[in-house]
């Protein structure tokens, strides 16, 4: 035994570990350079802070296990995406939710300062998480991923004529629902 | 490019750096307002998207990771002890099969009168017909017997020659005792004529049934024996 120990050490020990020591570096960098995108997509893709964060874990944990097939770390963001994705669609498969009817209570939270600027960002956080998830991912894929077209079309496995008629009926649909609601607003005040 | 393309590029991506799009937007006032319209309403909307990332989330993550990691890894060493284990029996099964090669009768009788020194110094002053019921007891020994008593029978016991039963006897010589191994014939067993070491003489010899081992200090008791042995042993 005491051999087996002492040869594994010596002679396999530092490659494996110095392996290790790199692998939790690319690790590590990746967390902490898209942790915060991974978690905010997951949010706007089912609206509830705690479940966002589950899937943020178990992306990341994936993540970890098949990093070794990651190649081009400038790919990281998008291969996070899939797997994201991968991890929402089996949590559909789990159990089913109709994320519409889902109130966004946890949206009270906010970088604005004034109370204007408050209303205003809770009513465009409610417009979203209305939006049909078919228009709402490409938007976020688009604004929070800063992917292209092409890029949103491969991750979503769509053609690009199709994300790009998405992405346009999702700004205009939000783009009608404020004017609407600012004129509400204006007509109540 | 027609009005309507303008404003779907408008809508699809108001920071579209295409030049063509770009030429449009400034042809028209309108073109220029709706495009700023839609990077006021993309800055509201990046912000409105930025929700507070739970602070820890980071070192969540790689805890978690590391967690995971600490598990697999105590998983690989519990399967190197196991796989090390596993090993460990194979090479102790290995040699217990090897000790099934040849088998040196004259070294294992030699060693068998040094281990067994206490039979040379008693006297159980044994009967032929004791010595025959153990010689019926052991197995692949045929019907071997005295018909007589061979002398005197100082001692008489059951041993162990490699895994063999075997009789272990002490018979009176000439002048001393001499210890006579009576063994099943077994392939594996290499049976010398003549052995010796420093204190000892031994010779060996093969009937139908069974190998026959003496070991005196005397090459006359010895022959002495044989001759008593060929007498009185079928």
Partial sequence: MKMFASWRNKSVGPTVSSDMMSKQRRYNSLVKALHADIFRYAYWLC???????????????????????????????????????????????????????????????????????????????????????????????????????????????????????????ARSQLKDLLEKTDVRGQSNG | MDELKFRRQAYEDPHNQDPEFLAQMRQKSEHQTLVNELKGLDAKLMHALKVDVPEDLADKLILRQQLQQHHKYRRQTSFLVAMAASIAFV??????????????????????VYHEDIALHIDQNVNVNQVNAQLASIKNLGNVKFTQQPGKVYFTSYCDFQGVKSLHLVVQGQQG?????????????????????????????????????????????????KEEINNTFI
């Fill in chain 1, 47 to 169: 609206g509830d802070k705690h479940v966002a964060e589950d899937i943020t874990q178990e992306t990341f944990l994936r993540a970890w296990r098949a990093l070794d097939s990651l190649k081009d770390d400038k790919a990281a963001k998008a291969w996070l995406i899939t797997i994201l994705r991968r991890e929402n669609a089996r949590r559909f498969e789990r159990k089913q939710f109709d994320y519409a009817d889902i109130e966004q209570d946890t949206l009270e939270d906010s970088q604005g300062n004034s109370s204007e600027e408050l209303v205003e960002q809770y009513l465009i956080r409610r417009h979203i998480a209305k939006l049909d998830m078919e228009y709402r991912e490409p938007l976020l894929l688009q604004l929070i991923g800063g992917f292209s077209g092409d890029e949103i079309a491969e991750l979503m496995e769509l053609n690009r004529n199709t994300v790009m008629t998405r992405l346009f009926r």
């Fill in chain 2, 91 to 112: 090479v102790g099964i290995s040699f217990s099969l090897l000790r099934l090669g040849p088998v040196d009768l004259a070294e294992h009788a030699l060693a068998h």
């Fill in chain 2, 177 to 225: 005792k001499v210890t006579l191994f009576i063994v099943p014939v077994e392939k594996r067993m290499v049976l010398d004529q003549t052995f010796a070491d420093s204190k000892y003489q031994g010779i060996g010899f093969e009937t139908a049934e069974v190998f026959i081992l003496l070991v005196g200090e005397e090459l006359s008791d010895l022959r002495y024996v």
